[in-house]
Each structure stands twice: as C-alpha cells, then as structure tokens.
C-alpha cells in the first residue's frame, strides 16, 4: 500500500525554509516569507489557500504570468526527450532560441552567448568589451544594480555593492538622470542634461581610451524606476560612438516587453553594441540569461579565442523555455497589452497621486511603474521605510517590491484593466498609512 504523501503546513514549509536556507538580502532572523504553493496568471497562493495579487511579477521576471500552460507543456516535452546537453553541443531549442532572440533584438545584435541569470550575462558582457577593445575600465551608474556577482557587483552602484569592497577594480560611476531630484540640482523646466555632459567629463577624466565600455539598464529598475529623458540614451550613444566605448544596455528588467517594447532602449531607437538580459527571457520559469551582441563583436571572435565558457551555456531546458515564452508575448499579444494597459497604469498613478498628499512622484513607462513617497511634496523627504504599507500590502492580499520610499507596480503583462484596478484599490488603501505621516 502506497501512502499518499501529506502536504507541508505552512508553518512547517516557512520553518523548514527558515531553518535550513538562506533568504538573500536579508537579515535572517527577520526572514518573514509567505509559503506560496501555486499560481495562475497575475495570482499566487500560500499555503493556508491565501490569494495574492502579484504587483511586482515576483522579482520583475514573469512577465507572462504564472504557470502559463504553453511554457510549462514546452518544458515537460524538452525534458522527456533531453534534459542537458554539453555547452558544446549543438540543439534544437538553443539554436531556435538565437534565431528568435535575433528576429526581435534591435539593430545587428544577431548572436547571443547564454548563461543562466542577469549577473552572469553582464560578467561575461564586461569580458568581451574588454576583450573586443583591448581597454580596461567600465563606467556604470550610481543608482544601478547588475548582480551579485563579483564584476557585477562592482559594476553595481547601490548599497548593496558597499559590504562586499573591495570588488573587481576598473569600474567608474557616474551621476544619474533622477529627475524628480537631480543631482545637479535643476528642474525639469530649467534642466540642462548635466546628467549627460557630465559623462563626457568623466571620460575625459578617466581616458576615453582606456574605457571599454558603458552599462546602463533601459530604464533603471530596482533603485526607483527611474525614466530617462528622451534624448538620454540617443546622446549617451553619440559620445560612446565619438571616443570608440561600447554601449551596453543591461535589459534583465527593462526587456521583454515590460516598457511596452521589446527592449526599452526601442523607445528611443537606438542600438546597442550589446544588451544584457534575463528575468523576462523565460518569464523565470527557468533560468536563463543572455549577451546579445552586434555583428561586429560577433565577426570579432570568430578567429580569436571567447574567453568566455558556463557548464550550462545554452542549456536546452531553459532554452525551450525560452523560445516558449517568446511565442507567449507575439501569441498572446503581450507586448502590445503591455503598452495599452500600461498607458492606462500611468493615468491611474497620476490620479492617485493628486489625490494622495504622500505620492511625491510616479513614474511610468508600459507596465513598468512606481511611486515615490515623501512626508511633504515642497520638501520630498522620504518616507522610509515603508513597513507599515508593505505589512498592509500582504494582510490585504497584494504582493510587490518596495525599495526605501519607493512603491513599485510592476504587474504581469497579461492584467486586465479590471484586474489592475483591483491592485490598485488595495494601494490606495494602504496609501492611507502614509497621508497621516505627510504634512
């Protein structure tokens, strides 16, 4: 006789997961996760049958929605017939997955090199800048997050890169364009883009011919959501064309439609010498990272050595995820859902922050958003944290990603609007907490 195996409670599946792992970015006494057992499109449940809204895709990454039954059928099919191959073999899937990534890339970026996350694709684009220029450093920006990994990490700009110094020298931050605080002090109506000028005075500074290249996300994600101007990326292209810089746009957040376009750096048509990217490739169903690279860097290593090498380089679990999910977003319409509903998310955040004293700002691009909150909208000091509204978030049934004072909406791209309303409801409700501490 066969026992049916008994179910975890969800006190003995937080327990056991307390016990027996880590939980990254924490401290890890204070650990609070929610046992999430299942989920469906832009929902998710814990394990006492507790349904969640899914505010922030998880961790920016499915954007297709949870357990889309194309993606999971793709995965159960590669993994009855071959579950891993060589890094130097070559499949089926790893190879439809280049043709596809190629087909939606922009410009000549025509051959991909796979890894496994965001953190590996950006290590390994920094050695191939290296190696295609002959040059040394790398310029980043301050409020950037790249990976955990240690030429990641260094490229990061934010806090979290602090603790693990020193990391792989060789890499220059620069300013940001924040613009609801510039840090060159100005206002939208008296800007004068020091935050692009002031990138060619680093150069300067540093040697254009010693920099290899510049890595900046689409749209800066987990340090605020912050929407450059548009002329940003354009001119940052033309100074990295003027002194012979690769231009490397990491979009491990910003890409797969997330801002309504393939890639973000598709709102501006301009083409990178590399993209980065992860999360949205498989929508996180498994793991999978890429480099993306121009004819060019491609023609380059096709007579010298890639010093680039992974056990799981195209590994082709992960790769019929991938081409999956790809089929997912031109299927299904997401992409285009994503800019229709995400025109409507950012209507709803400016009405909300008319009526909230606490919203300072919102930003938006697709459905790609957040708020900023501030005890004083003449001031802008921070409320921070938000511990109160997130605690509010969960007991109600919304789940997202907050960041100092910082509140994202960063939903699935297959909301409806009614779905999205009933997020924001929630929100709104929470906002409540904050109004009381503003003046």
Not at 71 to 84: G, K, M, N, S
Request: glycine share 8%; proline share 5%.
């Amino acid at each position: 006789m066969v026992l049916e195996k008994q179910a975890l409670t969800a006190q003995e599946i937080v327990s056991m997961n307390r016990e027996y792992t880590f939980f990254s970015w924490s401290v890890q006494s204070a650990a609070n996760p929610i046992p999430m057992v299942r989920a469906e499109g832009i929902y998710f449940w814990d394990a006492t049958s507790k349904r969640y809204i899914d505010f922030s895709s998880q961790l920016m990454n499915v954007n297709i929605g949870h357990q889309h039954p194309k993606v999971v059928r793709a995965i159960q099919e590669q993994a009855a017939q071959l579950c891993f191959a060589h890094p130097g073999m070559a499949t089926e899937p790893r190879g439809l997955l280049g043709q596809k990534i190629a087909a939606v890339a922009p410009g000549d970026l025509n051959k991909t090199f796979f890894c496994l996350g965001g953190a590996e694709a950006n290590e390994n684009a920094i050695k191939m800048a290296r190696m295609f220029t002959g040059r040394f450093k790398v310029m980043s920006r301050y409020r950037s997050y790249h990976g955990a990994t240690h030429g990641a990490i260094a490229l990061t700009g934010d806090y979290r890169r602090l603790p693990v110094e020193p990391a792989m020298p060789g890499v220059v931050h620069f300013l940001d364009p924040y613009c609801y605080r510039c840090p060159f002090g100005w206002t939208v109506d008296t800007c004068h883009r020091e935050c692009i000028s002031h990138v060619e005075e680093i150069i300067s500074y540093e040697g254009p011919q010693n920099i290899a290249a510049i890595f900046m996300e689409g749209v800066t994600g987990s340090n605020g959501l912050l929407v450059p101007p548009d002329d940003y990326w354009p001119r940052i292209r033309q100074i990295c064309d003027k002194h012979g810089i690769l231009l490397v746009s990491d979009e491990v957040m910003s890409g797969w439609g997330r801002t309504g376009q393939w890639f973000a750096v598709d709102h501006w048509e301009v083409v990178p010498d590399m993209i980065t990217t992860a999360k949205g490739l498989t929508s996180g169903y498994v793991p999978l990272g890429a480099v993306i690279v121009s004819e060019a860097i491609a023609k380059y290593f096709e007579d010298k050595m890639l010093w680039c090498g992974l056990t799981y380089s195209g590994h082709p679990l992960a790769c019929a995820a991938g081409v999956a999910t790809l089929e997912v977003y031109e299927e299904d319409g997401l992409i285009e859902n994503a800019a229709r509903v995400g025109r409507t998310l950012g209507q709803r955040l400016e009405q909300i922050k008319a009526r909230h004293p606490s919203v300072g700002d919102v930003r938006s691009i697709g459905l790609f958003s957040a708020l900023e909150i501030v005890k004083d909208k003449a001031s802008k000091a921070p409320i921070d944290p938000l511990t109160e509204v997130f605690k509010f978030l969960k007991e109600n049934g919304l789940f997202t990603f907050v960041f100092h004072n910082i509140l994202f909406v960063v939903p699935p791209l297959c909301i409806t609007e009614a779905q999205l309303d009933e997020g924001l409801a929630i929100v709104e409700r929470a906002l409540e907490i904050t109004d009381k501490m503003s003046q």
